[in-house]
């Protein structure tokens, strides 16, 4: 899947938090913060690596809980947020990067303003597109029909179940579940895996 340049011949489509950004250890903290700072902080990472939703029903928190949590987490400040190490090696060699989230635009545009990434993308998917959200193959498809995309990037099942769907390869970043055709634990590795 690689060519002879230092280019790789890849159109990626990339999931936000947890796969470009080490978003989760802090969301992780406010979640403690507001229902119970005695909940062990890898219990809740590991409800939040599923997905949001899955540890509000989880702990069953109320809508004023959730509400309070996605402030705090829209107040988040940038450098809480590090890029994970080697990402912007990828991005710099891939073809074209898009990126689909649940964030909203505005936060994902402020992180990638901070760490002069808008370069990376040729167009960012956000929830507030309107698009439902994953694992429903919408947004995935609208991309793909633009973009012809080679590969799908995420941390979650969910953020390759509509790659699944639309028979596009797929790669779980620092996961092991079934169903991905690509398992990476750091980016410094991402050729070595991908031309396996």
Same mark, same amino acid.
Not at 128 to 140: E, L, T
């Given at each position: 899947m690689c060519n002879k340049k230092e280019e790789l011949e890849l159109n990626i489509l990339w /999931? $936000?938090?947890? =796969?470009l950004f080490n978003t989760y250890p802090i969301y992780t903290k406010i979640?403690?913060?507001i229902i119970d700072k005695n909940i062990q902080e890898e219990e809740i990472f590991n409800l939040l690596k599923v997905s949001f939703s899955h540890a509000v029903d989880f702990f069953q928190l109320s809508e004023e809980q959730v509400k309070l949590i996605r !402030?705090? #987490?829209s107040k988040i400040t940038p450098d809480k947020t590090p890029p994970f190490p080697y990402v912007e090696d990828v991005l710099k060699k891939a073809n074209k990067n898009v #990126?689909? =989230?649940h964030k909203e635009r505005n936060e994902v545009n402020t992180i990638l303003k901070y760490y002069s990434w808008n370069q990376y993308f040729e167009e960012v998917v956000a929830i /507030? !597109?309107? $698009?439902?959200? @994953?694992?429903?193959?919408?947004? %995935?498809e609208y991309l793909h029909n633009k973009y012809k995309l080679d590969l799908i990037i995420g941390d979650r099942e969910? /953020?390759? &179940?509509?790659? @699944?769907? &639309?028979h596009i390869k797929t790669c779980l970043f620092q996961n092991n579940q079934a169903g991905a055709d690509f %398992?990476? =634990? /750091? $980016? @410094?590795d991402f050729e070595k895996i991908i031309k396996s």
């Open positions: /999931d $936000f938090d947890g =796969t979640f403690q913060e !402030n705090l #987490i #990126i689909m =989230t /507030d !597109n309107g $698009f439902p959200r @994953k694992p429903h193959p919408a947004s %995935y969910i /953020d390759i &179940l509509p790659g @699944k769907q &639309l %398992y990476l =634990t /750091d $980016f @410094k």
